[in-house]
């Protein structure tokens, strides 16, 4: 930790094998889709965002969806949406957890497809359904979406990447098949900033990377960004958090003595009153996960 090494060192490239299995029936599916439905993590619009989508997908009517907007903070929704909308982009808010937003995909499905079912009416294809294909990286929520849109929880969900294990059709309404695919990542991570952030939001299994550093990494971005998140749930004082980071040493000498204290504010301790950093790592990201931190957006624009 005191070293200041980049998690970046630890492994950023690598590809299971199922999603490149995965990619290549995606892309022979994609051949059947009307409209792409691309969900993407409110809290790391960007960094969700699979470069390799963009590409199989261009020529397709697409809706981005934020979802788990309820753990990102409320003013950066709106600004990300507004971001995608003024690249011509629809853009919805949703909340899968409480089914916020889930009724304006549906209406968005219909609506971007509206003049196309005109002209399959005027051949005579009446009760032609929209084909519609849902796409996401692992842990954006897809199966709580599903659940949500279809209004059953025929969908296992799990808080952690990889649950949707095979694609399937589900019927939304009589107007709209849903075709579901497992979540896919890309090849490489062009830059240490996105494996972060993925990493941060448990998209990036916890045993790829080394987990003491990613929540050190996470917290000194909460400190930066968020300190009174910080000082709120561990009952840190901000006069203290302050002080500490004032110290003339290295900051991560700095940020490793505040990751210290959470540890003893937890009971994170070993034998000899030595702090456990493993766990205090492990709950500093669990509660940046499940919103305990309160409502963090990782990538701003303003």
């Known amino acids: 930790m005191k070293d200041n090494k980049s998690c970046a060192s630890t492994s950023i490239n690598w590809y299971p094998g199922h999603m490149a299995k995965t990619k290549r029936e995606i892309t022979e599916d994609l051949k059947l889709i009307d409209v792409v439905v691309e969900l993407l993590d409110s809290r790391i619009p ?21 979802n788990k907007v309820d753990l990102a903070d409320m003013a950066q929704n709106e600004v990300w949406k507004n971001y995608f909308n003024q690249k011509g982009q629809v853009c919805i808010l949703t909340d899968s957890n409480l089914g916020k937003g889930i009724n304006e995909v549906t209406k968005a499905i219909e609506n971007i497809m509206k003049d196309d079912l005109a002209k399959f009416a005027e051949k005579g294809r009446t009760g032609r359904k929209i084909k519609a294909m849902i796409l996401g990286i692992p842990n954006v929520g897809k199966s709580s979406f599903i659940n949500r849109i279809v209004k059953t929880n025929r969908l296992e969900v799990g808080n952690k990447p990889g649950v949707t294990k095979k694609k399937q059709w589900i019927s939304i309404n009589d107007k709209i098949n849903l075709l579901d695919t497992p ?83 937890r009971g994170a301790i070993i034998s000899g009153g030595n702090v456990d950093d493993e766990k205090t790592a492990k709950i500093i990201l669990d509660d940046f996960r499940s919103g305990r931190l309160g409502r963090i957006t990782i990538e701003r624009i303003n």
């Open 46 to 66: 960007l960094s969700s965002q699979n470069p390799d989508i963009a590409e199989l997908t261009k020529g397709k009517k697409k809706i981005i969806v934020l």
């Open 183 to 265: 979540g896919v990542l890309w090849p490489k991570f062009e830059d240490e900033k996105t494996a972060l952030n993925l990493a941060f939001t448990g998209t990036i299994k916890d045993d790829v990377l080394e987990q003491t550093e990613i929540a050190y990494q996470l917290l000194k971005f909460l400190l930066e960004n968020y300190r009174q998140n910080v000082a709120d749930r561990y009952k840190i004082s901000l006069e203290y958090i302050e002080k500490v980071l004032s110290q003339e040493q290295p900051e991560n000498f700095n940020i490793y003595e505040i990751m210290q204290e959470i540890g003893k504010k």
